[in-house]
C-alpha cells in the first residue's frame, strides 16, 4: 500500500509535461487546416475574378484590354461573393500581350493576370511564432493565389480590315 501513495501526483506531473506540447501540436493542425481552407477559396476566386476580367475585357473586336473595366467589374464581384470581408482582400490586375496574330497584325493576343492576396488572422495561441508573417506579435499571415486567363477578343470581319 504505501508504493501506490508514493507516486500519487506522478500522474499529474505527466499531464502537466505532456498537455501543452500536445494541446500546442493539436493548434497547429487546426490552425492548418484553417490556413488551407482560405487557400482554397481564395485559388477559387482568383480563378473566377480572371475569369470575369477576360470576358469583359475588351469593348471592340480585336481592340485593346480595358483595364479600368476589369478592375470595376472584379472588384463589384469582390463586394458581392466576401460581403464584409472585401476590404481586407487585395486584388491586382495585369494585362500582358503573349503574341500578334501573324494573318492580322492589329489582333494582339493577351492575358489577364489576376493576383490576390488575403490576411489571415491566426485564431489559435502559439501558432503564430511559427506560422505568421513578420511582424509575428499581431498574428496575421498573408496568402496569395494568382490566376491567367486569355482575353476573350472577337475578331474584325474579313470586309473590316
Not at 470575369?52 to 463586394?79: C, E, F, H, Y
Not at 505568421?132 to 499571415?141: H, Q, T, V
Amino acid at each position: 500500500m504505501n508504493i501506490f501513495r508514493r507516486k500519487r501526483g506522478q500522474v499529474t506531473v505527466e499531464l502537466m509535461l505532456i498537455l501543452p506540447v500536445f494541446m500546442l501540436m493539436i493548434f497547429f493542425v487546426l490552425e492548418y487546416g484553417n490556413i488551407a481552407y482560405r487557400t482554397l477559396i481564395l485559388n477559387h476566386a482568383s480563378y473566377e475574378f480572371a475569369r470575369i476580367a477576360a470576358l469583359v475585357g475588351v469593348d471592340t473586336p480585336s481592340g485593346p484590354a480595358n483595364r479600368t473595366t476589369m478592375q470595376q467589374k472584379v472588384d463589384q464581384s469582390k463586394r458581392k461573393v466576401f460581403g464584409r470581408e472585401a476590404e481586407r482582400l487585395s486584388v491586382q490586375i495585369q494585362v500582358e500581350t503573349t503574341g500578334m496574330d501573324p494573318m492580322f497584325k492589329k489582333h494582339r493576343h493577351q492575358d489577364v493576370v489576376v493576383t490576390l492576396t488575403y490576411p489571415v488572422r491566426l485564431a489559435f495561441p502559439g501558432t503564430s511564432y511559427i506560422l505568421a508573417d513578420e511582424p509575428r506579435r499581431e498574428g496575421i499571415r498573408k496568402i496569395r493565389a494568382t490566376a491567367r486567363m486569355p482575353i476573350e477578343k472577337g475578331y474584325l470581319s474579313s470586309d473590316q480590315r
